[in-house]
């Protein structure tokens, strides 16, 4: 794995400090009570968490793709969900910093970094998921605004964010060239939030449905030109794909670790259960499934980070390949602490039900892998020609 540099070995102690000490004692009641944790994202500001994506001279403290990776492994592995405002400001950072006029960044870059506005991102629709090409919520041009129909759903922080990145079509003539991505204010008239969903994870942080009837976004919400919006959407969910592959690696860390001490702790057949061979051969597979995600991981944002043309195939291999490792390792942490795993006295079966959220969001791990194939395939196609 690269070597962490000597401010990165500090950056991870202090987000393991505030990990442990402040959001690990909060976890299991955000996840019970399923309250949004306002209180965190005033501390992760504080730390500078928040800013990482934003540039200095808007307030931020900016990071690479490194940091940020090491900054929502450990809050992951203390509660998924409360890594979730952390990476939405990292995206609303990456999206503005990469395509907002000097007026957008202006105006709302240092409201990201101190989570004045939380920042959402609006992709799917009832009808239309993983082929994102075909949304068909629609923005139509009317001297100088759009005028916006359609509906979303599942959208993280939905009905707390204060703007949203919105995917649309402005001219379905064009198909995937007429789709346009807007950065829109929460009191857009004309925009209101619809059902919040009831989810098996990720509880405190609400995915919503965001509903337009004829709402009316300026012309100067929009991102880079009409039909920038699949390039904007593509290489943006491109450069956040490494940061779930980090939380799962958080995630699977945390109930490795947890299950180590029980195991060590948890005397049955005369002995501690640590001592048993068949618990053993369950700590070392989960153990090892930690260490290659993260390996992969951390391989995938240092590519992002030099602008390596390896780096997206690399984020998608890490996404779903640290997804499928928390969703193994955690279940095997309920394995390990058998009854009691299932039950809501520890924290295993939460990290479980939180790991399946990983190997959905951001992209399938189904359309992960076949990213993953066709990059493998076009490039063998350029070399064979
Ligand atoms: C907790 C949570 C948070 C979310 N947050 C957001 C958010 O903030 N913003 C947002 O826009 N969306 C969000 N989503 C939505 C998420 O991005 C979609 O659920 C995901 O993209 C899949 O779309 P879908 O659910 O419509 O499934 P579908 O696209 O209908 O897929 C159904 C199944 O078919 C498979 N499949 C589909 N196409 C292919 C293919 N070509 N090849 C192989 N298999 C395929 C999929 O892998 C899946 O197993 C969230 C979802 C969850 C669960």
Same mark, same amino acid.
């Given at each position: 794995?690269?070597?962490?540099?000597?401010?990165?070995?500090?950056?991870?102690?202090?987000?393991?400090?505030?990990?442990?000490?402040?959001?690990?004692?909060?976890?299991?009641?955000?996840?019970?009570?399923?309250?949004?944790?306002?209180?965190?994202?005033?501390?992760?500001?504080?730390?500078?968490?928040?800013?990482?994506?934003?540039?200095?001279?808007?307030?931020?403290?900016?990071?690479?793709?490194?940091?940020?990776?090491?900054?929502?492994?450990?809050?992951?592995?203390?509660?998924?969900?409360?890594?979730?405002?952390?990476?939405?400001?990292?995206?609303?950072?990456?999206?503005?910093?990469?395509?907002?006029?000097?007026?957008?960044?202006?105006?709302?870059?240092?409201?990201?970094?101190?989570?004045?506005?939380?920042?959402?991102?609006?992709?799917?629709?009832?009808?239309?998921?993983?082929?994102?090409?075909?949304?068909?919520?629609?923005?139509?041009?009317?001297?100088?605004?759009?005028?916006?129909?359609?509906?979303?759903?599942?959208?993280?922080?939905?009905?707390?964010?204060?703007?949203?990145?919105?995917?649309?079509?402005?001219?379905?003539?064009?198909?995937?060239?007429?789709?346009?991505?807007?950065?829109?204010?929460?009191?857009?008239?004309?925009?209101?939030?619809?059902?919040?969903?009831?989810?098996?994870?990720?509880?405190?942080?609400?995915?919503?449905?965001?509903?337009?009837?004829?709402?009316?976004?300026?012309?100067?919400?929009? @991102? *880079?030109?009409? /039909?920038?919006?699949?390039?904007?959407? +593509?290489? $943006?969910?491109? #450069?956040?794909?490494?940061?779930? =592959? %980090?939380?799962?690696?958080?995630?699977?860390?945390?109930?490795?670790?947890?299950?180590?001490?029980?195991?060590?702790?948890?005397?049955?057949?005369?002995?501690?259960?640590?001592?048993?061979?068949?618990?053993?051969?369950?700590?070392?597979?989960?153990?090892?499934?930690?260490?290659?995600?993260?390996?992969?991981?951390?391989?995938?944002?240092? @590519? *992002?980070?030099? /602008?390596?043309?390896?780096?997206?195939? +690399?984020? $998608?291999?890490? #996404?779903?390949?640290?997804?499928? =490792? %928390?969703?193994?390792?955690?279940?095997?942490?309920?394995?390990?602490?058998?009854?009691?795993?299932?039950?809501?006295?520890?924290?295993?079966?939460?990290?479980?039900?939180?790991?399946?959220?990983?190997?959905?969001?951001?992209?399938?791990?189904?359309?992960?892998?076949?990213?993953?194939?066709?990059?493998?395939?076009?490039?063998?196609?350029?070399?064979?020609?």
């Amino acid at each position: 794995m690269i070597s962490p540099n000597e401010q990165q070995v500090l950056l991870r102690q202090t987000a393991r400090q505030v990990a442990q000490e402040k959001v690990l004692p909060r976890a299991g009641e955000i996840d019970r009570s399923n309250e949004y944790p306002w209180d965190l994202v005033e501390l992760f500001a504080k730390y500078g968490f928040l800013g990482l994506k934003v540039p200095e001279e808007y307030g931020g403290n900016p990071g690479t793709a490194v940091d940020l990776c090491i900054v929502l492994e450990e809050i992951s592995k203390a509660s998924y969900a409360c890594a979730a405002p952390v990476q939405g400001q990292a995206i609303g950072g990456i999206v503005l910093s990469d395509w907002g006029s000097d007026e957008q960044r202006r105006r709302y870059l240092p409201e990201v970094a101190s989570g004045a506005r939380m920042v959402a991102l609006a992709i799917t629709e009832p009808e239309v998921g993983s082929d994102a090409t075909k949304v068909r919520t629609r923005a139509s041009k009317t001297g100088d605004h759009y005028v916006v129909n359609g509906t979303k759903c599942f959208i993280s922080s939905g009905s707390i964010a204060g703007a949203y990145v919105l995917f649309a079509s402005t001219d379905p003539s064009k198909r995937a060239a007429g789709l346009s991505t807007f950065f829109i204010e929460r009191n857009t008239p004309g925009l209101k939030i619809g059902k919040i969903d009831e989810k098996m994870g990720s509880h405190g942080i609400p995915t919503a449905e965001l509903i337009f009837e004829d709402a009316v976004v300026p012309e100067e919400c929009l @991102l *880079g030109k009409e /039909g920038d919006g699949l390039n904007i959407i +593509v290489k $943006s969910l491109g #450069k956040s794909r490494v940061l779930t =592959a %980090a939380r799962a690696v958080g995630l699977a860390q945390g109930a490795l670790d947890y299950a180590l001490q029980y195991a060590l702790q948890r005397v049955q057949s005369g002995g501690p259960i640590a001592h048993l061979q068949g618990i053993q051969f369950m700590l070392a597979d989960m153990a090892t499934a930690a260490e290659a995600a993260r390996c992969l991981t951390y391989e995938a944002a240092h @590519l *992002g980070d030099i /602008g390596s043309p390896e780096a997206s195939r +690399v984020s $998608s291999m890490a #996404k779903y390949f640290a997804a499928d =490792a %928390a969703m193994q390792v955690t279940t095997d942490a309920v394995q390990v602490l058998g009854g009691h795993g299932y039950m809501k006295d520890h924290p295993v079966e939460r990290m479980m039900r939180d790991a399946k959220a990983t190997q959905v969001v951001e992209g399938t791990n189904q359309i992960q892998r076949r990213l993953v194939a066709r990059s493998l395939i076009d490039e063998a196609k350029r070399r064979n020609s």
